[in-house]
């Protein structure tokens, strides 16, 4: 009995395969971003409430604004 080849079924596969790699692929990306940002925040949080004031920042909007470029808020 001859088998036959479904390329659709491999191809299907193969594209949910890489949807997940490039899941992992982004996460990972965004996982090194946040950890580099780590520094920065750790930066700001060690000044005091008048340094921040006088940067025209809260202590509260320390993380909004060092992740400003990816938050969007």
Do not use: N, P
């Not at 088998?3 to 395969?17: Q, R, V």
């Not at 930066?43 to 940067?55: G, I, N, Q």
Request: aromatic share 10%; charged share 30%.
């Amino acid at each position: 009995m001859a088998h036959t080849f479904d390329s659709t079924l491999t191809a299907s596969a193969s594209e949910k395969k890489g949807g997940l790699w490039a899941a992992l692929s982004r996460g990972f990306v965004a996982f090194c971003e946040a950890q580099s940002r780590q520094k920065d925040v750790a930066y700001f949080e060690a000044k005091s409430d008048e340094e921040l004031a006088a940067m025209g920042l809260k202590r509260a909007d320390i993380v909004r604004h060092v992740f400003r470029d990816r938050m969007f808020l």
